[in-house]
């Protein structure tokens, strides 16, 4: 883990069509998009795992989540919270600014 590196994701999957990973590093964004359609869930990590390996970083890397909470798709925004909180607690980090185990509301 770089400490001098400052790095925070972003998670969307708002819109049912397609999905948006942004990996901001030292203020710098590196975003991926890929239209999702029934598997928003397989391609937020596919997504996520390429960001990573093409920046040459690793999940320890990353010092924040964001996930849009909405409005959208009731599915797509589970879909985004899930993942974004699953992170939050592996890493022991905040998302959406909130310490693990706060809870985040979607607005659907």
């Avoid at 999702?36 to 596919?46: C, P």
């Avoid at 797509?76 to 310490?99: C, D, F, T, W």
């Amino acid at each position: 883990m770089n400490k001098l590196l400052k790095s925070n994701l972003f998670i969307d999957t708002s819109d049912n069509k397609k999905t948006i990973v942004v990996l901001n590093i030292n203020g710098r964004d590196f975003k991926k998009e890929k239209e999702s359609g029934k598997n928003k869930n397989q391609m937020v990590l596919f997504l996520l795992d390429e960001i990573l390996n093409e920046n040459n970083l690793s999940l320890l890397d990353v010092h924040s989540v964001e996930v849009d909470i909405g409005p959208g798709s009731f599915t797509g925004l589970r879909v985004g919270l899930a993942i974004g909180n699953a992170l939050s607690y592996l890493m022991n980090i905040k998302v959406n600014n909130m310490n693990i185990g706060a809870i985040v509301d979607a607005q659907y």
